[in-house]
């Protein structure tokens, strides 16, 4: 059965900074009726790596803007999709349309879609709620993580300051997503934290956003613990592929301390960047964190004659 939803406007998406890249959208996803997903893809069809960047709350996939140019020119093929209730995908009306699983099976039905392989995982935020727990789902298809501050929710607390932003965004069911961004990222131009409130012309397009919060999993009982405890006990003592952490110091919400227990669950991940004036929202420091990841894995620039590592 379909699902009601609002379409955002493609004018509201014109003449976003830094932003040059074209739509592509999946209409027939299986399990999800007629909502349309959106995505780019960009690069080789036939590229050695794929870059697959998953956002997080309340952003979309322009959260991947100035790590994108770094993959692409290394030669890989960077695929960065926004999750139902953001960006330009359709938009459920209803908050309880958005579940655990609703967003988890969204991206694994996406992944068979595509048929995605010798992917490298791009997490923030949601983005690694959800995507810590795929490769566990399909081993075949990832070779590396690329771990922004996020977290595997596993039926307990995150700490106050995420009980503190979850009780914020409860408050604010009509989120001034622009303010909200100019204030945790001060780097943002005013154009660049418009561009984050784009995709939602008034209350009734987020929904979504509204929706994340709750869902993190910090009690037992909740959806999704199960499968995030199996996640990690996957990613403790059977994940053999590369990774690589960043972590922005200054993040209220998912910082250090959660940072570092992460860390400790990720089989083989080496010492973490450490960013001192990244806040929450660290790929909008991306350019350095894409550099140093490639280089770390010896991934190289085509646009660095001799050879070098990017």
């Given at each position: 059965m379909d699902?009601?939803?609002?379409?955002?406007?493609e004018?509201a998406?014109q003449?976003?900074?830094?932003?040059?890249?074209?739509?592509?959208y999946?209409?027939?996803?299986q399990g999800f009726?007629?909502l349309?997903?959106?995505y780019?893809?960009?690069?080789?069809?036939n590229?050695?790596?794929i870059?697959l960047?998953?956002?997080?709350?309340p952003t979309w996939?322009y959260l991947?803007r100035?790590?994108?140019?770094?993959?692409l020119?290394?030669?890989?093929?960077?695929?960065a999709?926004d999750?139902?209730?953001f960006?330009?995908s359709?938009?459920?009306?209803?908050d309880?349309?958005?579940?655990y699983?609703f967003?988890?099976?969204?991206?694994l039905s996406?992944?068979?879609?595509?048929?995605?392989k010798?992917?490298t995982?791009?997490?923030?935020?949601?983005?690694?709620?959800?995507?810590?727990?795929?490769?566990?789902a399909?081993p075949d298809?990832?070779?590396?993580?690329?771990i922004?501050?996020?977290?595997l929710?596993?039926g307990?607390?995150?700490g106050q300051?995420?009980?503190?932003?979850?009780?914020?965004?409860?408050?604010?069911?009509?989120?001034d997503?622009?303010?909200?961004?100019?204030r945790a990222?001060?780097?943002?131009?005013?154009e660049e934290?418009?561009?984050?409130?784009a995709?939602?012309?008034?209350?009734?397009?987020?929904?979504?956003v509204?929706r994340f919060?709750q869902?993190v999993?910090?009690d037992p009982?909740?959806?999704g613990?199960d499968?995030?405890?199996?996640s990690?006990?996957?990613?403790?003592?059977r994940?053999?592929?590369?990774?690589f952490?960043?972590?922005?110091?200054?993040?209220?919400v998912?910082?250090?301390?959660?940072m570092?227990?992460l860390h400790?669950?990720?089989?083989g991940c080496p010492?973490p960047?450490?960013l001192?004036?990244?806040g929450?929202?660290?790929?909008?420091?991306?350019?350095?964190?894409?550099?140093?990841?490639?280089?770390h894995w010896?991934?190289?620039?085509?646009?660095?004659?001799g050879?070098?590592?990017?």
């Amino acid at each position: 059965m379909d699902i009601e939803a609002l379409r955002t406007p493609e004018s509201a998406f014109q003449n976003l900074p830094d932003w040059p890249y074209q739509p592509k959208y999946i209409s027939d996803l299986q399990g999800f009726g007629t909502l349309r997903l959106h995505y780019i893809d960009e690069g080789p069809e036939n590229a050695k790596d794929i870059f697959l960047c998953l956002h997080g709350q309340p952003t979309w996939s322009y959260l991947y803007r100035k790590m994108i140019p770094v993959f692409l020119a290394a030669g890989a093929r960077v695929i960065a999709p926004d999750w139902f209730g953001f960006g330009r995908s359709d938009k459920p009306t209803h908050d309880a349309s958005y579940t655990y699983n609703f967003h988890r099976n969204t991206i694994l039905s996406f992944l068979k879609h595509l048929n995605l392989k010798n992917i490298t995982l791009v997490l923030q935020d949601w983005g690694g709620l959800l995507g810590l727990t795929l490769p566990m789902a399909a081993p075949d298809r990832f070779k590396r993580l690329l771990i922004m501050n996020t977290a595997l929710a596993v039926g307990q607390s995150l700490g106050q300051g995420f009980e503190d932003w979850r009780s914020f965004s409860d408050a604010h069911p009509d989120m001034d997503i622009a303010r909200l961004m100019a204030r945790a990222v001060p780097i943002l131009s005013r154009e660049e934290a418009e561009a984050y409130a784009a995709p939602f012309p008034d209350i009734f397009y987020k929904a979504g956003v509204r929706r994340f919060p709750q869902l993190v999993m910090t009690d037992p009982k909740m959806e999704g613990v199960d499968i995030s405890q199996k996640s990690q006990a996957f990613l403790r003592d059977r994940w053999n592929g590369e990774s690589f952490m960043a972590i922005g110091m200054q993040d209220p919400v998912l910082g250090k301390d959660i940072m570092k227990e992460l860390h400790t669950q990720i089989r083989g991940c080496p010492e973490p960047l450490y960013l001192n004036e990244a806040g929450h929202f660290v790929p909008e420091w991306g350019e350095d964190i894409a550099k140093a990841a490639l280089s770390h894995w010896g991934i190289k620039s085509r646009n660095q004659k001799g050879g070098g590592n990017v």
